[in-house]
């Protein structure tokens, strides 16, 4: 049986070869907002359905595939982490500090290609805060989004900057910047596989949490440190 309140296997706990989790939802449809942990007040048999991506471009990696970034404060505070335990694949990622603001404007100025769905970016925090990514020098903006705390995938679809936006442009997008809120001075946030993707979800596999099972084509029962599924 479940307990309340308790956190869903996350990005790195259910994988498959070519795809990206792009987290739990209540419905089979994906609509809705991500589901991180079970609700405080659940009483009843819960069935949540993982959604899957894959990458169209991977803008950058960090390990074969690189870009120029800074921090817009001008405080230096972004580097290049080579500890694969923070980074999604490869062994580097983005390392940025929040500087001393509690704000951290993450910006390149290197183009990239609009293709897919939208742009996609794994991340580590430490804490729950909000994130916002503005494209060709704050032309559009996608408005604050959510992030929970620990390590997931931000996914941000073209229509958050306005459908007739995007589809005037007939170039490679320019300059786009991360802006960071809600961490503190001295937070170190990790950044991996910045990229466009687009949506997949041939295999959908489904965790009854009430039940304790993983299914696909059969259920098979979930105990606690066993192997997800891959």
Known sequence: NYKAGMILPSTKDVTKDGSIFAGWYDNAEFTGNVITTVPSDAADDLIYYAKWVRTKTVFDNFDDVTKTWRDNSGEGKIT????????????????????????????TSDSFTVDGEGIAFWIKTPKSLNIELQINYNSASSGKISVPKGESFVFIPWSKFGEDYISSLEWPLWAFQIIVKGAKSGDIVYIDDVGTYYGYNDENISFNKNGGTFSNDEPTKYYPGMELPS
């Not at 580097?92 to 951290?104: F, H, L, N, Q, Y």
Request: aromatic letters at 10%; one cysteine or more; glycine letters at 4%.
């Open 80 to 107: 290049t982490n080579t500890d694969n335990a923070n980074a999604y694949s490869g062994s580097r990622s983005m390392k940025c500090e929040i500087p001393s603001s509690d704000t951290a404007y993450i910006f």
